[in-house]
C-alpha cells in the first residue's frame, strides 16, 4: 500500500504533516509519499532520525494556501501537492490522498483535474467523523454541495453507509436523515423525498434525526445536505469554542473560582479530548475514483496520523470499489422496477 | 394595553405562568389577562396576596399539549387557551397573545383560525432572540417554514429589521444572511438569490454570516429559512446540553477536581446565565396580524415575565403597522421598477 501524504496542508505547514506523516510510517505497513516543496520537506524529515525507510518525498513546487479560491488554484496552480498528489492516486502509483489543506481546492483538483466521480454517482460527498459520546459518527454531505436533490442525498447515504461498515468498522450502521422534526412528515421537501428513496433501499435507515438525537448516539451515519451539515457543524464548533471562551472569562473574574479552575483543568482536558475532531484526524471524500481523506487545517501531528489511519483502512476496505458496485447494483434495482 | 397570556403553556402549567403574570403585572402599565381552566388558574393566583386588580381571568376548557399534532388541535380544541387568547387579539379585546406552549399550534391556530397574514406578508416567520456575548441577537425564521423563497426572506429581514428597532431598541440593525460561507457568491441558491433582493432594499444588510461570526456578534438580526434555522438553533441547545454533561461527568471523576467543580460552580452559573434563553423569555410570531410573542415550553416565572415586557415593548412599538406599512412600501418599490 502506498499513501500520498500532502505536506503542505496545516496552517503549521509543514511541520504537523511530516511529523504526523513520521508517527504513522512505524505503523503503516506501506510506505508514505510526502508531496510538497521538496527541499522543506527534507530540512523537515532531517530533524529526525534514524529516517524510516518507507517515506519518500515527491516534490510539488506550488503551494495553495487557505484562502485561494478553489475556482482559480485548480489552472493556474497546476504544481500544487494537490495536484501531484492526487494525479498519484489517478494512476495508479499511490492508493489513498490525505491532505489537511484547502477542502475545495482538494474536491474541486480531484473532480476536475484528476480523479473524477465513479461511474453512476451524481455528486461527491464531503463528510467529517466525529466522536461523541465515544462513538464515531459520520456525516455528510459537510459542504461539498450547498443544493441537492433527493437521489444525490440517497447515494450519500449509500457511500456513508459504505465507509462506516469498511473502514470505520461498524457493523450494521443506522442510518439518519438530519431533520427538524423525528417525526414523519417532517421535514423540507428535501427530506421528505429522500426519506421515502431511503426506505426503498436495503440501507439500516431509521427515520429522521433532530441534532439533540445526534448527540445522544442514535445514528452512525446522518445524511443531509451541504448547506444544512455545514451550518450543523460550524454550529457545534463555534458553540464549543463560544462556551469555553465564558468559562475561562467568568472563572478569571474572582480569586475563589481560579482556584477552582486550576483544579479542574484536568477534568476539562479530559473533556476536549472526548469532542477533539483530531482523534479521527480526517473523513472520506466520497464519490471521487480513489480514496481521499480530508482533514482540518488546524490538525496537529497526531491528527495527521490518524488522518493516514483512516486511509489505510479507507483501501483496505477497498471503498471505491464498493461503492461504484453498490451504487451499480441500486441503479439497476431501481430501473428493473 | 392588554396583553393576554396562557396559563397553560409551560410544562409545569400554570405555575410560572402564573407567577410570571404576576411579576409583569406589578411593571406593566396596562391589564393581564390569564387565559386558561379557570379553576385552576384561580387556585394558582390565590397563592398571592394582595391580588393586582390589573389581572383578569378568561376560561378555557381546552388544553393543548406539547405532543398535540399541529395540523390537528386547531379543529379538535377550538376552546383552548391559544385558540381564545388569540380571538381576543382578532377581535381587539387585547394588544398582545404570549404564551410558552406548543409552537406549530401557537402558528397554526394563528393563521388558520383568528389573527391571518398582515396583508402583503407571504408567510409569517418564528423567530428566537439570543443574547450572545450580552447583545440580543434575533434569528427567524427558526421554523414556521421550512421550505422559503427568496422574496419570503427578503421579508424576513424587513420584520426582523423593525422588530430590532421597534421592540428590542437597535438603532440601525446589521442584517445577514445565514450561509456556508461568508464570501459574497457563497451558500446555496435560496441564500444567493435572497442576497440579491436584500441588496434592492434600504435595509442594512452585511452579507453573509457563517454560524461562528454570529457568536462574535457581527449581525443583529439573522435571516435563514426555517429548516437551516431549526438545525442552528437545536445544535446550539444540544451543544450546550452535551458539553455540560460531559463537564459534569469529568468533574466528577476525582476528588480534586470535585472540590475545583464546587469553587467554580458561581463561575458556570454565570456563564449559563449569559447564555440563558429566558433572559430575553420570548420571541414573535412575525407576519401575523397581532403581537404574538412564544417562549420555551421549559421557562420558567422570569422567563414568563420577561416574554410578557417584550410583548409590551412590542406594542408599544406598533410593529404590526409598521410592517404593514414597510412591506406594502417595498411592494410599490418593486411594481414601480
Given at each position: 500500500?502506498?499513501?500520498?501524504?500532502?505536506?503542505f496542508?496545516?496552517?503549521?505547514?509543514p511541520?504537523p504533516d511530516?511529523?504526523?506523516?513520521l508517527?504513522?510510517?512505524?505503523?503503516?505497513?506501506?510506505n508514505?509519499?510526502?508531496?510538497?516543496n521538496?527541499?522543506?520537506?527534507?530540512?523537515?524529515?532531517?530533524?529526525?532520525?534514524?529516517?524510516?525507510?518507507n517515506?519518500e518525498?515527491?516534490?510539488?513546487s506550488?503551494?495553495?494556501?487557505?484562502?485561494?479560491?478553489?475556482?482559480?488554484v485548480?489552472k493556474s496552480?497546476?504544481?500544487?501537492s494537490i495536484?501531484?498528489?492526487?494525479k498519484l492516486v489517478?494512476?495508479g502509483?499511490?492508493?489513498?490522498?490525505?491532505?489537511?489543506?484547502?477542502?475545495g481546492?482538494?474536491?474541486?483538483i480531484?473532480?476536475?483535474?484528476?480523479?473524477g466521480?465513479?461511474r453512476?454517482?451524481k455528486?461527491?460527498?464531503?463528510?467529517?467523523i466525529?466522536?461523541?459520546?465515544?462513538?464515531p459518527?459520520?456525516?455528510?454531505?459537510?459542504?461539498?454541495?450547498?443544493?441537492c436533490?433527493?437521489d444525490?442525498?440517497?447515494?450519500f447515504?449509500?457511500?456513508?453507509?459504505i465507509?462506516?461498515?469498511?473502514?470505520?468498522?461498524?457493523?450494521?450502521p443506522?442510518?439518519a436523515?438530519?431533520?427538524?422534526?423525528?417525526?414523519?412528515g417532517?421535514?423540507?421537501?428535501?427530506?421528505r423525498?429522500?426519506a421515502a428513496?431511503?426506505?426503498?433501499?436495503?440501507?439500516?435507515?431509521?427515520?429522521?434525526?433532530e441534532?439533540?438525537?445526534?448527540f445522544?448516539?442514535?445514528?452512525?451515519v446522518?445524511?443531509c445536505?451541504?448547506?444544512?451539515g455545514?451550518i450543523?457543524?460550524?454550529?457545534f464548533e463555534?458553540?464549543g469554542s463560544?462556551?469555553?471562551?465564558l468559562?475561562?472569562?467568568?472563572i478569571?473574574?474572582?480569586?475563589?473560582?481560579?482556584?477552582?479552575?486550576?483544579?479542574v483543568r484536568?477534568?476539562?482536558?479530559?473533556?476536549?479530548?472526548?469532542?477533539?475532531?483530531?482523534?479521527?484526524g480526517g473523513?472520506?471524500?466520497l464519490?471521487v475514483?480513489?480514496?481521499?481523506?480530508?482533514g482540518?487545517?488546524?490538525?496537529?501531528?497526531?491528527?495527521v496520523?490518524?488522518?493516514?489511519?483512516?486511509?489505510?483502512?479507507a483501501?483496505?476496505?477497498?471503498?471505491v470499489?464498493?461503492?461504484e458496485?453498490?451504487?451499480?447494483?441500486?441503479?439497476?434495482?431501481e430501473?428493473?422496477?
Open positions: 500500500m502506498r499513501i500520498v501524504v500532502d505536506a496542508g496545516t496552517d503549521r505547514r511541520i511530516v511529523e504526523g506523516t508517527l504513522a510510517s512505524r505503523i503503516i505497513p506501506g508514505l509519499i510526502l508531496v510538497g521538496q527541499n522543506r520537506i527534507s530540512a523537515e524529515l532531517n530533524k529526525y532520525d534514524p529516517l524510516p525507510s517515506i518525498i515527491v516534490d510539488a506550488d503551494e495553495i494556501t487557505m484562502s485561494d479560491k478553489p475556482s482559480v485548480g496552480k497546476p504544481n500544487s495536484h501531484i498528489g492526487l489517478r494512476d502509483k499511490a492508493d489513498a490522498f490525505v491532505s489537511m489543506g484547502n477542502t481546492a482538494v474536491h474541486a480531484a473532480m476536475l483535474f484528476s480523479l466521480r465513479i453512476n454517482v455528486r461527491p460527498a464531503l463528510s467529517v466525529f466522536k461523541l459520546g465515544g462513538q459518527i459520520i456525516f455528510l454531505d459537510i459542504g461539498a454541495n450547498a443544493d436533490k433527493p444525490w442525498l440517497q447515494q447515504a449509500i457511500m456513508g453507509d465507509y462506516a461498515r469498511k473502514a470505520v468498522g461498524i457493523q450494521h443506522r442510518i436523515l438530519l431533520s427538524n422534526g423525528e417525526e414523519e417532517k421535514g423540507n421537501e428535501l427530506v423525498e429522500t428513496l431511503l426506505r426503498q433501499t436495503n440501507l439500516n435507515f431509521i427515520g429522521n434525526a441534532p439533540k438525537e445526534l445522544k448516539g442514535k445514528a452512525d446522518v445524511v445536505d451541504g448547506f444544512a455545514n450543523l457543524i460550524k454550529t463555534a458553540t463560544y462556551l469555553s471562551r468559562i475561562r472569562e467568568e478569571r473574574r474572582q480569586p475563589l473560582t481560579l482556584l477552582g479552575g486550576a483544579l484536568p477534568a476539562m482536558n479530559r473533556v476536549r479530548r472526548r469532542v477533539d475532531p483530531f482523534e479521527v473523513a472520506p471524500l464519490g475514483r480513489g480514496v481521499v481523506i480530508i482540518h487545517g488546524g490538525s496537529n501531528a497526531i491528527a496520523r490518524n488522518a493516514i489511519l483512516q486511509a489505510e483502512k483501501v483496505s476496505g477497498q471503498i470499489t464498493a461503492i458496485e453498490r451504487i451499480n447494483q441500486q441503479q439497476s434495482i430501473h428493473s422496477t
